[in-house]
């Protein structure tokens, strides 16, 4: 289940289990949004994006929802396995500031 | 092919002083971007290179940061008189500019100010 960590919310899982991992964006004109996942010593690599003109969007074992009603991102990563631990990251994209916006972060755990 | 680079990996300088941290970004990316990242943090956004626009410098946190891209390519990030809360990871990462174009980020300096 999910906890709160001294500085990132924690998600663990059982390998092979499915993972979902949500994100709250904070801005309704933010077009385009991206999952990164950070493993330690590393920089942030891109997993996969969707468009706002989009609500689903599936690559190889991920799939991202995004829900512009409620402003919501979620990445479902399937069979999860021990090199998904890491930390996941969205960004959404504000066209009025031209940059990326990175949510706070969620640590996968997965568990043997 | 080559990605982001960023140099050095870790600098350790004492407070007060200077640094300078580099980064080449992709060959053939107009757009670049500098964050900072600490310990168990998310991403700060500091500052942002378009082509030959005038960068968007909103990010800085204090006149100690400054940054330039030259040529449209190379990019360095000074931090003047240091001071410990700058201790973070500063992490660059370029793209192609277009529209709906993704991040590549390089891994990241580690700075240390003691």
């Known amino acids: 289940g999910e906890s709160v960590g001294l500085h990132l919310p924690t998600l663990s899982v059982q390998e092979g289990d499915n993972s979902i991992i949500n994100c709250a964006y904070s801005n309704s004109a933010s077009d385009y949004f991206i999952w990164y996942k950070q493993e330690s010593g590393k920089g942030p690599q891109f997993i996969i994006d969707?468009?706002?003109?989009?609500d689903k969007r599936q690559g190889q074992r991920v799939t991202v929802l995004l829900n512009k009603t409620v402003k919501h991102l979620s990445l479902q990563i399937a069979a999860t396995q021990p090199g998904d631990s890491a930390v996941y990251f969205c960004?959404?994209?504000?066209?009025?500031?031209?940059?990326?916006?990175f949510g706070p972060g969620t640590r996968l755990s997965v568990l043997p | 092919g080559a990605g982001v680079s960023q140099s050095p990996s870790n600098k350790v300088t004492e407070k007060g002083k200077d640094v300078e941290l580099r980064c080449d970004p992709i060959s053939g990316h107009t757009a670049l971007y500098w964050y900072r990242q600490s310990l168990g943090q998310g991403l700060e956004f500091l500052i942002y290179?378009?082509?030959?626009?005038?960068?968007?410098k909103s990010g800085l946190p204090s006149d100690r940061f400054s940054a330039e891209r030259t040529g449209g390519s190379v990019s360095t990030l000074t931090i003047q008189r240091t001071q410990q809360e700058d201790s973070a990871v500063y992490l660059c990462?370029?793209?192609?500019?277009?529209?709906?174009?993704?991040?590549?980020f390089g891994n990241g300096t580690r700075l240390t100010v003691t």
């Open positions: 960004a959404e994209f504000t066209p009025y500031g031209q940059n990326f916006v």
């Open positions: 969707i468009r706002s003109n989009m």
């Open positions: 290179f378009q082509g030959n626009s005038a960068p968007d």
């Open positions: 990462a370029s793209s192609l500019g277009l529209l709906n174009s993704p991040l590549h």
